[in-house]
């Protein structure tokens, strides 16, 4: 089973989401493929709305690790249900690295996620200087440890995405390659804190229509996280098609 998941990132308005998310809808999903689109908080309940018995889930692209309560700004799993969100985004780099998430922050997010059933995505990554430095299993390996290690929650249904920051909205991809060997490195990790379970590795980062095929080919690249070219309708079918 492969997961194509569409990261709207902070784009679009709502009626533009609304026409989207239709022209999205009207396209089945073949067998095999789960299709997740994730647009901004304000847009769930539009997008949510025109995905409704379809073939495609609806995430959302962050989440409080808190239930309720004074958090100023904050959104909790339990609203995001309350929305039909099924899956949820957590870590992205652009959260780490602009907002300043911890990866004790993605953990505790990610453990009331699968308190809540919703399935959290998982995202890790190095940037340029780090793969430059030759680091970037040491930092993704990281990354991983701190969401897997000892961890009291059931972790059966957490989708890792690795998305190499230097590949994000860069047009430039990891080599189908570059991507295989780090998701490889990631199947090694999750074998260590989760024994006996296989988790979701998706590839993230200038994931398009004319690359997707070698990408998915890959034995240890289950799917992929889509920002930019998730936001064409066209295009995202090609995506969850798996090809050009
Ligand atoms: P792009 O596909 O635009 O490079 O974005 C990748 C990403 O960050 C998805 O979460």
């Not at 957590?90 to 308190?115: C, F, N, P, Q, Y």
Request: glycine share 10%; hydrophobic share 40%.
């Amino acid at each position: 089973m492969k997961i194509i998941a569409g990261n709207w990132k902070m784009n679009t308005g709502i009626e533009e989401a609304g026409k989207l998310a239709q022209a999205i809808a009207e396209k089945p999903v073949k067998d095999g493929v789960r299709a997740v689109v994730c647009p901004p908080f304000t847009h769930l309940q539009t997008v949510g709305a025109q995905l409704k018995d379809t073939d495609y889930a609806l995430g959302a692209q962050n989440m409080s690790p808190y239930d309720d309560g004074a958090y100023t700004g904050e959104i909790s799993a339990k609203m995001l249900k309350e929305l039909g969100v099924a899956y949820v985004i957590l870590g992205h780099s652009e959260r780490r690295e602009i907002m300043g998430e911890t990866d004790a922050l993605v953990r505790e997010k990610m453990e009331k996620a699968l308190k809540e059933d919703l399935v959290p995505i998982v995202c890790v990554g190095e940037n340029l200087e780090q793969r430059e430095a030759g680091k970037e299993k040491d930092v993704v390996g990281k990354q991983v440890a701190a969401v897997l290690e000892n961890a009291a929650a059931d972790l059966s249904s957490v989708v890792i995405a690795y998305e190499p920051i230097w590949a994000i909205g860069t047009g430039k991809t990891a080599s189908a390659e570059q991507a295989e060997e780090m998701c490889a490195f990631i199947y090694e990790q999750v074998e260590k804190f989760v024994p006996g379970k296989t988790l979701p590795v998706l590839y993230g980062g200038s994931v398009k229509p004319e690359n997707v095929e070698e990408l998915l080919a890959q034995p240890h690249i289950d799917g992929a996280l889509v920002g930019g070219a998730s936001l064409k309708a066209d295009s995202y079918h090609k995506l969850v098609e798996g090809r050009a």
